[in-house]
């Protein structure tokens, strides 16, 4: 491949995304339903920070206002000495409890924050444990962690403190407005004056400011989705020798991340700059007309400097109440893409009178089912097999055949598009999914570690089993016999995805953790492609035992592992072909017997 072909595949790579930005007005609604996650602390913790708020807006307000009109006003003006020590005992006092009341103010909306962050995070993460395998295979590992993380935190700063200073800072500029035009209406229209010019303009930033920063959110999306990918197939990427092509991509995705960052950062900025010049042009007008004011006797001198006081304490909240929007638009952004996922419904649905089944049985059957991954992908074409309680039953086929569709629709990780599917003689559909996923163990050929001992991941589907019980299943599948040779046996940190582990290793565990599930059906998926020959006579042992009175699935391409099951069925791009004993099926010298017999003739050669 040349350059120009390496940055074309680069570029194409890098224009696919499954985030887009969500074009959406400001909706107000939504932000309500944003702040519903502070309805549990709205009895204690919430009311709490608003006294503390209203504590602290009323010193603040009565504080230039003493200053002002009292100590220079009237202790100072009138050489007072006992009033102006007693003002100034009182405006300590108030500062004191200004303090006191910011401290708790603070302490308490940073609990108030991080348990809101902490309910959400539960909630979405909860949610999406919930959602069908078609939202998966739409969206990158990636994505989903960023709106997870990323975006939950995003919203941090705005309920820990945007929330209480949104309030807050309202409150103060409705107090400074009604004293000012107390003190001296003609005044506080003069300086008011700049107040629609700067609303104006600030307006008409909004749109532009959370476009910006929906950009800034989508691009993360991209760069810990690519992180995720690159981490994940670093050994593709290193056998392939792409390390350099990989890190140009990366350099891609990073630069547009900074890019997004400074374009959503220099919008924000222009906020503050308008909000210090309409201050210097107000404080203008004060400086003029307030002089005027005071030589024609409309103005006592003590009240032009509680009024100045106030004045450069209106265009603060104002300053604060632009950051605040900030946030706000920064958390809207967020909230957009959170909400997206959590109105998200699975595809697989549980109806609300389901059939909870105690003891499923195992008998299985397919009605003429259909089903598709997508509209031009039709896995599966009119099937229709029988399964029956106890019995043993393989399915064969090319790879993209539908052997793996229907174990997926068996345990209800999809929905057929067209037939039905009954277990037990219930529509597959009319059955909860807990009951239906509990009695079943799926063993993939590409088997999942999680990060943890030996011991945790057997006993992932099996909660409350004893060790005695996992060594017990373990023996059963031959997986003791390498356990017992690790460092710690089954206590052994076997790290994330279980690197410490080879392939066939991993799948001993997953066979172990399958069996003491103890289900009804066993569905094994290409399960024993990556175990050697020894091991896999071993397995075959135990699973003869082991699957007695239970309903198997097995799908396997290599038919040696099959010769004994009950039934087999072969599927030819997503068409049942034949199917019987694998006597009967050799004996119709179909498709079954000319891959047994492609098979031997491959292993006779090797």
């Not at 309500?32 to 608003?50: G, M």
């Not at 629709?409 to 999809?414: M, P």
């Amino acid at each position: 491949m040349g350059k120009n072909e390496v940055s074309h595949s680069i570029m194409n790579r890098f224009n696919y995304s499954t985030d887009q930005v969500i074009e959406k007005p400001f909706n107000w609604m939504q932000l309500w339903r944003l702040l519903r996650y502070l309805k549990p602390y709205s009895k204690k913790l919430l009311p709490l920070s608003i006294i503390m708020v209203l504590i602290t807006t009323a010193i603040r307000l009565a504080i230039p206002i003493l200053i002002g009109i009292y100590v220079i006003g009237e202790a100072i003006e009138s050489q007072d000495r006992n009033l102006l020590l007693i003002l100034v005992g009182v405006i300590a006092a108030l500062y004191v409890i200004n303090y006191l009341a910011n401290i708790f103010r603070i302490k308490w909306m940073n609990i108030l924050g991080q348990s809101v962050i902490y309910d959400l995070r539960k909630h979405l993460f909860t949610h999406v444990q919930w959602l069908s395998n078609r939202f998966f295979d739409q969206r990158s590992a990636g994505s989903i962690l960023v709106r997870i993380m990323n975006d939950i935190n995003s919203l941090q700063e705005l309920f820990t403190n945007g929330v209480i200073n949104l309030l807050m800072d309202a409150l103060m500029l409705i107090g400074i407005f009604i004293i000012l035009f107390t003190i001296s209406p003609e005044l506080a229209l003069a300086v008011m004056v700049i107040l629609p010019i700067m609303f104006f303009i600030s307006t008409k930033l909004r749109r532009q400011i959370r476009r910006s920063w929906q950009t800034v959110r989508l691009k993360q999306s991209k760069l810990n989705s690519h992180l995720n990918e690159s981490l994940q197939g670093i050994r593709v990427t290193q056998s392939f020798n792409q390390e350099n092509e990989n890190a140009q991509f990366f350099n891609g995705v990073n630069t547009e991340t900074f890019e997004s960052w400074r374009d959503a950062t220099k919008k924000n900025a222009t906020f503050r700059p308008l909000v210090e010049m309409t201050n210097a042009v107000g404080s203008a007008i004060l400086i003029w007309y307030g002089a005027s004011l005071i030589q024609s006797g409309r103005l006592e001198l003590g009240e032009l400097v509680s009024f100045a006081f106030l004045l450069g304490m209106f265009w603060e909240p104002i300053s604060r109440l632009g950051m605040v929007y900030n946030q706000l638009l920064m958390g809207m952004a967020s909230s957009e893409r959170i909400f997206e996922f959590l109105d998200e419904q699975p595809n697989v649905s549980e109806k609300k009178n389901a059939v909870h089944l105690n003891q499923i049985n195992g008998d299985i059957s397919f009605e003429k089912v259909d089903f598709a991954y997508s509209k031009d992908r039709k896995a599966l074409d009119s099937v229709s097999l029988e399964i029956k309680a106890g019995e043993t039953v393989a399915l064969v086929g090319h790879t993209g055949s539908g052997k793996t569709t229907i174990a997926n629709l068996i345990t209800r990780f999809y929905d057929p598009t067209g037939g039905l599917i009954r277990m037990d003689g219930h529509d597959l559909k009319d059955v909860s999914l807990r009951s239906l996923r509990s009695q079943i163990s799926i063993v993939l050929q590409d088997t999942f570690i999680f990060s943890g001992t030996i011991k945790e991941n057997i006993r992932f589907g099996h909660p409350n089993a004893t060790d005695e019980e996992i060594i017990s299943a373990s023996k059963a599948v031959g997986a003791n016999v390498f356990i017992e040779k690790l460092p710690h046996g089954f206590d052994t940190e076997v790290e994330e995805r279980g690197n410490i582990l080879s392939v066939g290793e991993r799948q001993l565990i997953s066979f172990a953790r399958a069996l003491l599930a103890d289900p009804q059906i066993i569905i094994l998926d290409e399960a024993t492609a990556s175990i050697d020959t020894e091991t896999e006579v071993q397995i075959q042992k135990a699973l003869t035992t082991l699957l007695k009175g239970r309903t198997a699935i097995i799908i396997a391409h290599r038919l040696s592992t099959i010769r004994d099951s009950d039934r087999i069925y072969v599927l030819d791009h997503g068409k049942l072909m034949e199917h019987g004993s694998h006597d009967d099926l050799m004996s119709q010298e179909g498709i079954y017997s000319h891959l047994v017999q492609s098979q031997f003739n491959i292993q006779k050669a090797l």
